[in-house]
């Protein structure tokens, strides 16, 4: 079985998807805990996923953008190369930031499974 990827930018990504970490963890669920950057500094990431006791990021980019557009082109530049390496079953994002953004589109263009595809032809 393919790792899932779990992706978050944010403090509010991590906060939301370290139940979702869990619950794969507990069901030994191959999965691939992934942090793009957005926030970038340890009291907007690190500090949280260390207090929701989650394991490291198997990957974690340092963004250092001047501007909404570059940050989100470079994490999904990361996230495109990441993807490009590893094969995953689903990336699963929660959100509405550069992060998600780009991560969301990152998995568009390689094809990966999405629940926004809307009905499937016979």
Do not use: W
């Amino acid at each position: 079985m393919s790792a899932v990827m779990v992706v978050a930018g944010t403090r509010p990504e991590i906060i939301k998807m370290a139940p979702i970490v869990r619950t794969l963890q507990t069901n030994k669920i191959p999965m691939e805990f992934v942090y793009c950057g957005q926030h970038f500094d340890y009291n907007m990431a690190q500090q949280f996923i260390e207090e929701l006791e989650l394991p490291p990021p198997d990957h974690a980019f340092r963004i250092k953008a001047n501007s909404p557009g570059m940050q989100t082109a470079q994490i999904m530049m990361n996230m495109d190369q990441l993807m490009e390496k590893n094969a995953y079953s689903v990336v699963l994002v929660e959100g509405d930031t550069n992060s998600v953004l780009a991560t969301a589109l990152a998995a568009n263009k390689k094809n990966m499974p999405s629940n926004y595809e809307g009905k499937r032809k016979s």
